[in-house]
């Protein structure tokens, strides 16, 4: 199998939707001081043409380009950068990085909207608050369209510097110490995916006749010995697992989390750490097929664990927004299970998670921090009752609530369902034991429903103010998206398809195949093959997850 260049096509669409909040991000750092409203319409207005500009990519992307037997990359421009170092900056997308780029596109207009008074609170320059987000939009685009290994490193730490920022400027108490442990664990993970990406180099400096490269499509090729591939696939590997975060390298995200402000937790959770679990699929398992396959068992081991300690600390967590938090490495546990079990529908549907639990995730933060700006604490005993003076704001967590923990008919439900199947074909022990997790999220979810939202009202809550206008609009988009991909996730999951098993095809890995538990000299000659069964939300059928039957 290859991998193909990206491919161009006639307008840019990937310089415009990464450009846009960059430029807007020099208009609202420009702006004269005390012109703050002006600063937040013109943040707003710049993330939504960004997010219209990244709708009209989409309509333009075949996901059908390259027939799924080779990884494609579409709006491809490539130009030289670092001549001597044969570094090109070099775009493009396939259908997984197109959907979390829309994912990132999504929810930065809903952050503006949502933080819109919370940098006047903390009494710090707002125009540097929205400037930031726009800075970090660009870099998260980025990161997502870089078909360059060391372009790729690049923004992976670039994107650092504005979330920093935005954590210990304009965070919680101890905003300092989270922001400082967030950025100390992400620049570990950085130089030791350094030392991978120079280590490729070299390798491909001793097989290329033209020199060493940093193209991905180039080093997707390479034939790397076993021990220097598990090597450079653990550099690879920690970075990633420390972005995700996937356990045990999650330490650093329940303090960033709870001391983020709201907005800035929603991206760091929402889209920041996919770039770990998008590393995985992208990056991890294409150049070191081999090492993915040996290290697969001790990663999915350490997913199911996080599984089970996210939901657990979970449990037991006051703080409100710490929850939110361990229970995004509970689901992390998830998607890491599904990428590693190396299946079509594993794969598929933890790419359709990521998406998934953005929304969810970023809507249960927003609703956290709706609540937080009212009563001005985190703890969760000093909500009761609110579902009888705000029972807007009860609604809208119940929901966000359901969708966490994976309902049917809410958007969740559907890739945690492949995920698990994904698993099952391969590792049916782990996909049994990853399955009593979702008892768990019953649980952690309802307990903390059952505390802050129900029973007598606690003493404070009385004049509780329900959501306001711009908070529904917050909120709206979210839910509307959870319902709507919850009963019909078709059109994504054709976009993703392809791409997955173009991924997979290069890997040379194959879905196993169904057995009727009959050895093959005992069965009947007349007996026909039996078909793995078809899931009609996303037809999985023969192995492959599609739009439609096969």
């Not at 043409?49 to 080779?70: C, E, H, K, S």
């Not at 009494?123 to 726009?134: C, E, G, H």
């Not at 449990?315 to 992390?332: P, W």
Request: aromatic letters at 12%; hydrophobic letters at 55%.
């Amino acid at each position: 199998m290859t991998v193909t260049s990206p491919v161009g096509t006639d307008f840019p669409w990937l310089f415009v939707v990464g450009g846009l909040p960059l430029l807007g991000a020099v208009v609202v750092a420009a702006l004269p001081r005390g012109r703050d409203v002006l600063a937040k319409r013109t943040a707003l207005v710049v993330a939504l043409l960004t997010l219209m500009a990244t709708i009209a990519m989409g309509a333009a992307f075949d996901p059908g380009r390259g027939g799924g037997q080779q990884m494609t990359f579409q709006f491809g421009r490539s130009y030289a950068w670092i001549t001597n170092f044969g570094i090109r900056f070099a775009v493009g997308v396939d259908g997984i990085a197109l959907v979390l780029i829309a994912l990132a596109t999504i929810l930065v207009p809903v952050v503006i909207l949502a933080s819109w008074h919370a940098a006047e609170e903390g009494r710090r320059s707002t125009k540097t608050f929205f400037a930031l987000v726009l800075v970090l939009e660009t870099m998260m685009i980025g990161v997502f369209a870089a078909t360059d290994v060391f372009l790729f490193y690049v923004f992976f730490e670039a994107m650092l510097i504005p979330m920093y920022f935005l954590i210990g400027s304009y965070g919680g108490p101890r905003r300092s110490y989270a922001a400082v442990k967030f950025l100390l664990y992400s620049l570990l993970g950085g130089l030791l995916m350094l030392a991978s990406v120079i280590g490729l180099y070299v390798v491909s400096g001793q097989q290329l006749p033209g020199g060493g490269t940093f193209d991905f499509a180039t080093l997707a090729t390479l034939h790397i010995s076993p021990g220097v591939e598990k090597w450079l696939f653990l550099g690879f590997f920690i970075a990633f697992a420390i972005k995700a975060p996937l356990f045990p390298f999650h330490t650093w995200l329940p303090d960033a989390g709870a001391e983020a402000p709201t907005g800035g937790a929603v991206l760091l959770v929402g889209v920041l750490d996919k770039v770990g679990t998008f590393g995985f699929i992208r990056y991890c398992i294409p150049l070191f097929p081999n090492a993915s396959r040996y290290f697969a068992p001790v990663v999915l081991t350490l997913a199911v664990i996080g599984i089970f300690y996210g939901a657990f600390l979970a449990m037991g967590q006051r703080d409100l927004k710490r929850f939110v938090s361990y229970t995004s490495v509970a689901h992390f546990g998830f998607i890491g299970m599904g990428v590693f079990a190396l299946t079509s529908q594993g794969q598929a549907g933890s790419v359709l998670y990521m998406v998934n639990h953005g929304l969810s995730t970023g809507a249960l933060f927003f609703v956290v921090g709706f609540l937080i700006d009212r009563r001005r604490t985190r703890l969760a005993a000093e909500y009761g009752g609110v579902g009888s003076v705000a029972p807007m704001m009860a609604g809208v967590f119940l929901v966000v609530a359901l969708a966490t923990l994976s309902l049917p008919g809410l958007s969740t439900f559907v890739s945690e369902f492949l995920v698990l199947v994904g698993t099952f074909t391969r590792y049916r022990a782990l996909a049994i034991v990853a399955t009593v997790g979702i008892i768990l999220a019953a649980l952690y979810i309802l307990l903390v429903y059952q505390r802050t939202m129900t029973g007598p009202v606690t003493a404070g809550n009385e004049r509780l103010r329900d959501l306001n206008a711009r908070e529904a609009w917050v909120v709206a988009p979210l839910v509307a998206l959870m319902f709507v991909l919850g009963v019909y996730p078709k059109p994504v999951l054709d976009v993703i398809t392809p791409a997955v098993n173009a991924t997979l095809a290069q890997v040379k890995a194959h879905d196993p195949q169904p057995t009727s538990g009959v050895p093959a000299a005992a069965a009947p000659a007349s007996v026909p093959t039996v078909a793995p069964a078809a899931v009609t939300a996303g037809t999985v059928t023969a192995g492959t997850v599609d739009g439609s039957s096969k």
